[in-house]
């Protein structure tokens, strides 16, 4: 059930899944564009990456979960409750995921989320596609806040939330469980009008 707010929405219930998900560019020749299909088996595969698995806890177990995942993305934008976008080179090779995730309409907030593929790192993909998808979220769509949270532990996600724009807030103590047990988490955001270092 809705409760009707006593203040207007951030952004208009609708405004977002009015058109279709967009296709965002980042510098660097980055597309970040809705998932495919096609894009199944990549998705996979990431998710056997070490690096990756330690970090999420949510794995697919099988192409045919991935592609029913790609329906449950297109639903949360249908829904405007979220948004996942492949980061690729060029909008062919996949190197990565981006999304926002607990869309609130009424506070404009979001979360972010984010992991690249090894090939890909150390190259400022990860940055690059968060700066991009925070100007479009902040600028365009008529969010006012988006946040993240990362293990204190993953120094490389730590460097990629500061490059994009994304303050450090502060510590949520043994606030989530990965496969080594509870983790620190570190909170980051970025408002309307902060800009990515650089």
């Not at 998710?47 to 045919?64: F, L, N, Q, V």
């Not at 592609?67 to 976008?85: D, H, I, K, L, N």
């Not at 990362?150 to 949520?172: D, I, P, Q, W």
Request: charged share 20%; glycine share 10%.
């Amino acid at each position: 059930m809705r409760v009707p707010l006593s203040t207007p929405p951030a952004i208009p219930a609708g405004a977002v899944a009015a058109g279709v998900q967009p296709t965002l560019t980042a510098s660097g020749g980055l597309v970040l564009r809705p998932w495919e299909p096609s894009d199944a088996p990549v998705f996979l595969a990431a998710y056997r990456d070490p690096e990756i698995r330690h970090w999420h806890t949510r794995h697919p177990a099988s192409e045919s979960q991935v592609r029913q995942w790609f329906v449950e993305y297109q639903q949360a934008w249908a829904r405007e409750t979220g948004a996942s976008w492949a980061v690729t080179r060029d909008g062919v090779e996949v190197l990565g995921r981006i999304a926002l995730t607990s869309m609130d309409l009424d506070d404009g907030v979001a979360g972010c989320a984010y992991w690249v593929l090894p090939a890909a790192r150390r190259a400022g993909v990860a940055s690059r596609a968060l700066t991009a998808l925070g100007d479009w979220a902040l600028d365009g769509a008529g969010f006012h806040r988006l946040h993240l949270d990362h293990s204190t532990r993953n120094v490389a996600s730590c460097r990629t939330a500061l490059r994009a724009g994304f303050l450090l807030e502060g510590t949520k103590r043994s606030d989530a469980v990965h496969a080594d047990g509870r983790h620190d988490m570190h909170l980051h955001a970025r408002i309307r009008g902060d800009r990515p270092a650089g």
